[in-house]
């Protein structure tokens, strides 16, 4: 997961909400059923937004329309959020309905929101909202060369209690993720780092640090798939040693 820049709120969203929320009210004081509906537009903002990821898991996806919309704190409990564009993402089917669908688990479950409260109250989310600009999913979440049944996995571990309920909750360390993290360390991060390690072996300072530009541009860019694992790569395939040697630095993402 890797932190997501939210951009303003479409104008369109703000008429949606009026009129979505006043039918929903409605809608429960005669203990019918909440229709939500009205997320067409936004949809595709935030599909750009998130450069075409899935704000979980970070897998591109080819077209938002057979993608879903994501409620970091779920529709079914938060109706009232419903259309709140603070509380809208984009997921992958997997990340959204397979894993999170409606959990919310909270550090203390009696400090949840009531119904029309703003958000966050006194609630402590124990999933992270990689749209939250006070917080860094890479200080949370950290993935970790491992074995898994005899092979190399890049395993993702919570750093903190928030980052392992969220990797829990969103299901990040699911088999399927877990072949897509090798196939993308196998077949894009380590070519990009194949000519940082000839200079090295060749003692050519400058070409180090070229290949080393060019691997960051070309791995750590917004729209780059699984991100913050190709940072924590980074970090473990090019040693300290190296990295201090040659002054290599990861700048902040
Ligand atoms: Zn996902």
């Known amino acids: 997961m890797i932190r997501i820049h ?5 104008p369109t969203l703000g008429p949606t ?12 004081s005669k203990g019918c059923k909440l229709e939500f509906e009205g997320y067409g537009e936004v949809k ?3 599909f750009e937004m998130q450069h075409r990821k899935c704000c979980y898991c970070e897998k591109l996806e080819e077209q938002a329309k057979y993608r879903d ?16 564009w603070e ?15 409606d959990q919310f688990p909270l550090v203390d479950e009696s400090a949840c929101l009531t119904a029309e409260q703003a958000p966050p109250g006194n609630e402590q989310p124990l999933v992270l909202d990689p749209s939250d600009s006070n917080l860094d999913p890479l200080a949370e979440i950290e993935y970790r ?20 309920r969220t990797i829990e909750v969103c299901g990040l360390d699911r088999p399927a993720l ?59 395939l090019v040693p300290p040693s190296v ?4 002054h290599l630095s990861l700048d902040p993402t």
């Open 44 to 46: 595709e903002n935030l």
């Open 17 to 28: 909400r009026t009129e979505r929320l006043t039918a929903a009210r409605r809608a429960r």
């Open 178 to 236: 877990l072949t897509r993290y090798s196939d993308h360390v196998n077949h894009v991060v380590r070519p990009k780092l194949e000519p940082l390690f000839r200079a090295e072996e060749r003692g050519d300072t400058r070409a180090v640090v070229d290949a080393w530009s060019r691997a960051k541009r070309g791995l750590l860019h917004p729209a780059r798939e699984f991100r913050a694992l190709s940072h924590d790569v980074l970090l473990v």
């Open 6 to 10: 939210r951009t303003p709120e479409p």
């Open 87 to 101: 509380n809208l993402l984009f997921a992958c089917f997997e990340c959204n309905r397979e894993h999170k669908r």
């Open 69 to 84: 919309v994501e409620h970091y704190r779920p529709k079914a409990n938060y109706w009232w959020l419903a259309w709140t």
């Open 145 to 164: 060369r491992d074995k898994v049944q005899g092979k190399e996995r890049w395993v993702p571990y919570g750093r903190t209690l928030r980052g392992t």
């Open 243 to 246: 990295r201090q040697r040659y």
